[in-house]
């Protein structure tokens, strides 16, 4: 399970995201549960991908309804108040064109196939790890160019 | 110098039986892999932040089993949030046990749910009183 990343993968990474032209990677952690996110920071962060964290949905939503813009946005699906199903729905609603890639302990295809119809570019089950998040960040250096 | 060889060998056992005996998976170590300097005590600050979660949630569960009937979906709901969390920090043996819970949940089991709890819990104390000696070791060595 898992793995870390090794280091010249990391140096690549780096590179992509920290040249002249191109600016830093942004991400947000939309998580209800306090270790998740503790987690899922710290490895955006090892990554050197500036991130912020939100509780549910709708604070993911708020967020960018407040005129923030995220590259990536690392949603979980069960949550209170809002879950992801219904935020991924309402922030391609809003235009947002940011990468979304669903993070989930659900493992049944047909509760990810419903995940992936709301408007998800990618679907991990938990636990996330650095070699996961890699995988997800060449969706978004393949669709920046 | 010769003390702190002697914590370096009892923190190691320490950390290897916790693998050895299953209480630990391969989770813990990517904990350990995201520490570093500028983060110098990320697995026990996220290790704290997981018992603060679960224990709130032990309390939930253990309410929720005393009632009649039991609310199989409330509590499948609560140990989805308590398996999250301690999945998260590679809590082999309880992530085991609350699937198992879940399970009897999903077929309305109520003596397999609050079976499986008082093992749950068990184990859960287990790792929580090796983890915290494990840091107690830890903090020894400066």
Known sequence: ??????????????????????????????DDNMVV??????????????????????????????GQYFDLILMDMDMPVMNGIEATRKLRAMGIRSTIAGISSRSLEREKQEFMEAGLDDYHEKPLTADKIVSILHKISNHSG | MERNQQLRRQLASMRQSLFDQGHLDEQFILLEELQDDANPNFVEEVVTLHYRDSARLITTIERALEKSPLDFNKLDGYMHQFKGSSTSIGAKKVKAESTQFREYCEAGNGEGCLKTFQLLKRDYATLRRKLEAYFQVLLCMG
Do not use: C, F, Y
């Not at chain 1, 399970?1 to 920290?18: F, R």
């Not at chain 1, 710290?42 to 709708?58: F, P, T, Y």
């Open chain 1, 1 to 30: 399970m898992g793995g870390s990343m090794k280091a010249p993968e990391k140096e690549i990474l780096g590179t992509k995201m920290n040249h002249r032209h191109r600016p830093k990677i942004t991400a947000l952690v939309v």
């Open chain 1, 37 to 66: 996110r503790a987690i899922h920071h710290r490895l955006l962060q090892d990554l050197g991908i500036e991130n912020q964290v939100a509780v549910n949905g709708k604070e993911a939503v708020d967020v960018h309804s407040s």
